[in-house]
């Protein structure tokens, strides 16, 4: 039976050393899932509540009792009994006992942490892996890896600006003839900045971190990595940014600080512009500010039938505004991330 039998929660460390929560849902079987809750370095204003504790004496502040203790004594005893396999009802009963529009009670990341292995204990039940349960039959294709191979921003101590720059081996045939050539790009970028007499030590998501002349320096040395690997770019491998512009938005303005220079949302266009006639980027993520409404609009009807813009700070996985930006016909893309909207 897939009958939710009991559910606890427990305090972890994540990948950056951070406090999160754990789950663990039983069926009455014996079956588990278990889930840890992710979470970003750069988020946007507009994401669901994460629950920290705040004791600046304990984890810098950042500890996730609170949101434990609310899964094990308020989640868990309403959920007690229910089928794990009525997703959509376990995720609405918890949205209600929140109460909230940003599920800023019991957290985003306590609901998450359940809602995520509810979905593994069913998949496990019934013999099946995560994808395929949620996805179908239909659930057979990966898409294009994208691989941050240099960091910036707020993934590196370093004065590069733009926060990832990724490459997407679109000459692949296969998912893993995809990931053995952003592999071999990776290896040979180290081998071209060494060469420079650059830093190779890793960023935050394992991208390597230099001190770089500029943001368009770190595409020159990614071109000079892909070739040497063996690769064309432009036709085996497209680049592509995650620019996260709402931490360089100050007063209205972009402070390229690494850089030292200051854009209008219109200079940031043709920023752009210019690395996008200059180089084969295919996708740019959060290209301005999440609040920038105006200059987003401008930045799609620039490039958007050029290239993709994704919107991740911008839309926070949020459904309100993401019509808000079809409206207004802003960026062409979303990216999902379920830690954003808690369920």
Do not use: C
Not at 317 to 331: D, M, P
């Amino acid at each position: 039976m897939t009958i939710i039998s009991d559910i606890f929660a427990r305090e972890i460390l994540d990948s950056r050393g951070n406090p999160t929560l754990e789950a663990e849902v039983w069926l009455e079987d014996g079956t588990v899932g278990r889930a840890a809750v992710p979470s970003g370095a750069s988020t946007g204003a507009y994401e669901a509540v994460e629950l920290r504790d705040g004791d600046k004496g304990r984890y810098l502040g950042k500890g996730v009792i609170q949101a434990v203790e609310n899964v094990n004594e308020i989640i868990s005893p309403e959920l007690i009994g229910m089928d794990a396999t009525d997703q959509i009802g376990i995720d609405q009963l918890m949205i209600e006992l929140d109460g909230t529009p940003n599920k800023g009670k019991l957290g985003a990341n306590a609901i998450l942490g359940v809602s995520l292995a509810v979905a593994k204990a069913a998949a496990n039940y019934l013999g099946l892996p995560l994808y395929q349960y949620i996805g179908g039959v239909n659930a057979k294709e990966l898409p294009v890896p994208m691989m941050n191979i240099l960091n910036g921003g707020a993934h590196a101590d370093n004065n590069v600006d733009i926060q990832e720059f990724m490459v997407l081996p679109v000459g692949a045939d296969s998912f893993s003839e995809g990931l053995r050539m952003g592999a071999e790009i990776f290896h040979n970028l180290k081998t071209v900045l060494k060469a420079r007499g650059l830093n190779t030590a890793v960023g935050d998501e394992g991208g390597f971190a230099p001190n770089l002349k500029s943001n368009e320096e770190a595409l020159a040395v990614i071109i000079e990595a892909i070739e040497k690997a063996g690769y064309q770019p432009g036709q085996d491998v497209l680049l592509g940014l995650d620019v996260a512009a709402t931490e360089m938005y100050k007063d209205g303005k972009y402070e390229l600080t690494g850089e030292g220079v200051t854009y209008t949302s219109e200079e940031m266009i043709q920023f752009y512009q210019k690395l996008v006639d200059k180089y084969p980027i295919i996708t740019i993520e959060d290209g301005l500010s999440e609040d920038d409404w105006e200059g987003w609009a401008k930045l799609t009807e620039t490039l958007g039938k050029k290239i993709q813009l994704v919107g991740d700070d911008l839309f926070v996985t949020n459904t309100e505004r993401l019509s808000q930006g079809i409206k207004k016909r802003v960026g062409n893309s979303i990216l999902i991330k379920v830690n954003q909207i808690g369920s």
